[in-house]
């Protein structure tokens, strides 16, 4: 049994790890998205207006949130193991 727990940490790991990965891609993308909409001209007729920093802002939040709930959840399951491991 302790072996699939520890099984099923370490995919907890794993995509704690991608999530980070995305959450660090978004922050990029945001940054780049954010400069790209000052480069573009305001008479541009087929430009595409770029997302308000305030949508990014409330993204980014949501993504924080997110992350932070799984950080939590990870910490649980992560003592749930030891105590489980130490009986």
Do not use: W
């Amino acid at each position: 049994m302790s072996g699939n727990i520890q099984s099923q940490f370490k995919k907890f790991e794993v995509e704690y790890e991608r999530l980070l990965k995305c959450f660090s891609e978004f922050e990029k993308i945001k940054s780049e998205l954010t400069s790209a909409g000052h480069t573009v001209s305001p008479h541009d007729a087929q430009a595409v207006k770029p997302l308000g920093i305030h949508h990014m802002n409330i993204i980014a939040e949501n993504a924080k949130k997110d992350l932070k709930a799984l950080t939590i959840s990870l910490k649980k399951i992560e003592t749930h193991i030891k105590h489980s491991v130490n009986k």
